[in-house]
């Protein structure tokens, strides 16, 4: 049985009223409508929300590929979410040679991952490197008191303020839209008195 850390979002040993389950679910709900084609879920976890994808939007995807660098996490993944148009395979969110293995993606998600990272350029370089021209990246990262400043998440190597997060994504990507979230709702601006813990950046790569 796959160990319950705390770090890891595993539904079927969570209380379905979990705040913490209920926000990441939200976050595979949210991206739904932007996914068609084929499908990176990078840094899958337990993989419910590769599954969801292959389930609920199985007649505009080809495939979703969930990757996770936890062998015991993908093994779990494939006993307890199969669906035939879904596959989970071992592999790092940072490693370069991702594009021989798996080849490029119409459309990334890639939810919590960013904090676990030391230097994200890595990362951003294999976003960018893996999607299509024209293609949607999804990312999420909770927010915090910024880069190279530890923060109370054991789990996290840092928490990136809201501007050091934009500044990812402004760059490279002809459009980008950025959602706040709080619980399980998601705003493209922030109300005044109202705390966001998360971001989400929707970029639409160039036509190459």
Do not use: W
Request: charged share 25%.
């Amino acid at each position: 049985m796959i160990e319950d850390t705390g770090e890891r979002v595993i539904p079927k040993l969570m209380d379905p009223l979990n705040p913490l389950l209920l926000e990441h679910i939200a976050r595979y709900q949210f991206a739904l409508n932007y996914l068609s084609g084929r499908v990176l879920d990078l840094s899958c976890g337990a993989g419910y929300g590769t599954h969801m994808i292959a389930k609920r939007r199985k007649k505009h995807i080809s495939e979703v590929i969930g990757l996770d660098l936890d062998q015991e996490i993908i093994d779990y993944a494939k006993n307890e979410y199969y669906h035939p148009q879904s596959t989970y395979e071992v592999a790092d969110a940072t490693d370069p040679n991702l594009i021989n293995r798996f080849g490029t993606f119409d459309c990334i998600v890639s939810f919590e991952t960013i904090e676990h990272i030391e230097d994200e350029k890595s990362i951003i370089n294999n976003y960018h490197r893996l999607l299509k021209p024209g293609g949607t990246l999804i990312v999420s990262t909770p927010f915090g008191e910024g880069r190279g400043v530890p923060c109370g998440n054991p789990f996290h190597i840092h928490q990136l303020t809201q501007d050091e997060f934009r500044e990812l994504f402004n760059e490279r990507y002809e459009q980008v839209n950025f959602f706040y979230q709080n619980g399980v709702v998601m705003e493209p601006k922030q109300r005044e008195g109202v705390r966001y813990p998360l971001g989400i950046a929707v970029c639409q790569k160039g036509e190459e």
